[in-house]
T-cell receptor, first 114, second 115 residues
Framework: DTEVTQTPKHLVMGMTNKKSLKCEQHMGHRAMYWYKQKAKKPPELMFVYSYEKLSINESVPSRFSPECPNSSLLNLHLHALQPEDSALYLC?????????????FGSGTQLSVL | GENVEQHPSTLSVQEGDSAVIKCTYSDSASNYFPWYKQELGKRPQLIIDIRSNVGEKKDQRIAVTLNKTAKHFSLHITETQPEDSAVYFCAPSGGSGGGADGLTFGKGTHLIIQP
């Protein structure tokens, strides 16, 4: 299994809603990432978990809350989002989190905030 | 952190012709140079990468060349086909940033293959 699986594929939510994005991989990778991608822009790093510990938080607003229950699962909890948070949210994984490793991306969750 | 520039932002070529995309980086300690391809509505996928101890790497119609002195590397696609139409991102890393320290992507090149 060389896939990173994300659910849901699409999500529409209001600014007062609470929702969660889920990501799963069974490649034995120990690093998992959340990226945000706006249309016609490159992916921007939001969070990195390496060996289930949050190692980077790129000053992302607190309305985004990551969680890594174990090395195969990664969640992103969303609360009180703004319309400008509408974007494609990509999960990725790599073997250990070293900087010279291939990233495996999931298909993403297309999020619309109304 | 790494300062990455990618050129051109859009490239239109006739089917069968070659395409070249260039990526310039600032961190002289970078030692890993990948290219990712993202088709419309799809996930980014690694298509080729090179490490700093190698000057060129080829995989069928795709090649990457590295000039560490000038701090740039390029993606070369020969005999382009319609399925090569996509956005291509470079992501140099391995220096003071990258991987668990954060991967910086170039702004992307939209490659259009004209039939």
């Amino acid at each position: 299994d060389t896939e990173v699986t994300q659910t849901p594929k699409h999500l529409v939510m209001g600014m007062t809603n609470k929702k969660s994005l889920k990501c799963e991989q069974h490649m034995g990778h120990r690093a998992m990432y959340w990226y945000k991608q706006k249309a016609k822009k490159p992916p921007e790093l939001m969070f990195v978990y390496s060996y289930e510990k949050l190692s980077i938080n790129e000053s992302v607003p607190s309305r985004f809350s990551p969680e890594c229950p174990n090395s195969s699962l990664l969640n992103l909890h969303l609360h009180a989002l703004q319309p400008e948070d509408s974007a494609l949210y990509l999960c990725a994984s790599s073997l250990t989190g070293r900087s010279n490793e291939k990233l495996f991306f999931g298909s993403g969750t297309q999020l619309s905030v109304l | 952190g790494e300062n990455v520039e990618q050129h051109p932002s859009t490239l239109s070529v006739q089917e069968g012709d070659s395409a070249v995309i260039k990526c310039t980086y600032s961190d002289s300690a970078s030692n890993y140079f990948p290219w990712y391809k993202q088709e419309l509505g799809k996930r980014p996928q690694l298509i080729i990468d090179i490490r700093s101890n190698v000057g060129e790497k080829k995989d069928q119609r795709i090649a990457v060349t590295l000039n560490k002195t000038a701090k740039h590397f390029s993606l070369h696609i020969t005999e382009t086909q319609p399925e090569d139409s996509a956005v291509y991102f470079c992501a140099p890393s391995g220096g003071s940033g990258g991987g668990a320290d954060g991967l910086t992507f170039g702004k992307g090149t939209h490659l259009i293959i004209q039939p």
